[in-house]
């Protein structure tokens, strides 16, 4: 089982910036990929930006440019940087690991940018 505590979340004026972290119990040599979606009210839950194990990152193509998904192995911990919001941008943002053929998902945080 793997804990996943999400941290960061807020409100924020449009073009504003904001630092989404994740810290997992689990040692990060362990985990396959980590991830950050999220979710606006009445829409589906949706990939943000993904890095694999070796680095390797993927982005939504809503995003490209703006946000910046690292982690930290000696914490454990993964990042998401956000920078020029958009009013579109607010949603619960939500951390995800898999080890194998499991998923865990953190409780959520929620990001709020006003206009």
């Known amino acids: 089982q793997v804990q996943l505590v999400e941290s960061g979340g807020g409100l924020v004026q449009a073009g504003g910036s904001l630092r989404l972290s994740c810290a997992a119990s689990?040692?990060?040599?362990?985990?396959?990929?980590m991830g950050w979606y999220r979710q606006a009210d009445g829409k589906q839950r949706e990939l943000v930006a993904r890095i694999t194990s070796g680095g390797s990152t993927t982005y939504a193509d809503s995003v490209k440019g703006r946000f910046t998904i690292s982690r930290d192995n000696a914490k454990n911990t993964m990042y998401l940087q956000m920078n020029s919001l958009k009013p579109e941008d607010t949603s619960v943002y939500y951390c995800?690991?898999?080890?194998?053929?499991?998923?865990?998902w953190g409780q959520g945080t929620q990001v709020t940018v006003s206009s």
């Open positions: 689990e040692n990060r040599a362990s985990i396959d990929a």
């Open positions: 995800y690991a898999n080890i194998g053929v499991f998923g865990f």
